[in-house]
């Protein structure tokens, strides 16, 4: 095998590696979740129907998706339809989400609001389960996304408790990609080198 199939073997391993390492979808399939990022909230605060004990996201900036998992309580949660809401901070403009999940149709409603309330963006998909919800959102819609990073400030809540009780989830776009196009370069310098030094 010759010097550059070499090179582009070890780059595509490398990238299939990291989207299964760092990539999710919004699917209802929850186990793509294990690696990201998310908070704890305290369990019985919330009313038996809504009250989150977790909260979960990854920006994925190739695929311009803000993706979520919100869990309810499993110790009281009926098997009933709930709703939930995600106010975002996105320097300084404000969006809404709006969440409908139903277990029962496995249904999620998701639509994204301006300050404004005027609607923006709507999707439906089967992307709920009795204690879960999963879901994405266009990073289009709520940041510049032709900048080098951004950041957003989330509040995640339902009719009756919030996650967390204080203060907001900051996710910053800023750090998830630049070590990917760091390292890749950095597999392409040294190829590089390898190259001149066998003369090819």
Not at 138 to 160: C, H, K, L, Q
Request: hydrophobic share 40%; proline share 4%.
């Amino acid at each position: 095998m010759n010097i550059k199939l070499k090179v582009l073997f070890v780059i595509t391993l490398i990238y299939l590696t990291f989207g299964q390492v760092y990539g999710t979808t919004a699917e209802g399939i929850l186990i793509d979740w294990s690696d990201k990022p998310y908070l704890i909230d305290k369990e019985g605060d919330g009313s038996k129907i809504d009250d989150l004990v977790k909260v979960s996201w990854y920006p994925d900036v190739v695929a311009d998706k803000l993706y979520f998992r919100l869990t309810r309580s499993s110790l009281n949660s009926a098997n009933r339809s709930w709703k939930a809401y995600i106010d975002i901070n996105s320097e300084g403009n404000f969006f809404y989400i709006d969440i409908r999940s139903n277990p029962n149709s496995g249904k999620a409603d998701i639509a994204i609001y301006n300050e404004a309330w005027v609607l923006l963006w709507k999707t439906t998909g089967y992307w709920c389960d009795s204690y879960n919800s999963e879901l994405y959102i266009p990073m289009s819609y709520i940041a510049n996304v032709s900048e080098a990073g951004y950041g957003f400030e989330i509040y995640v809540r339902t009719d009756s408790d919030k996650a967390p009780d204080v203060g907001p989830i900051i996710i910053s776009t800023i750090s998830t990609y630049p070590t990917i196009t760091l390292f890749i370069v950095f597999i392409i310098v040294i190829a590089g080198s390898l190259s001149r030094r066998k003369g090819i």
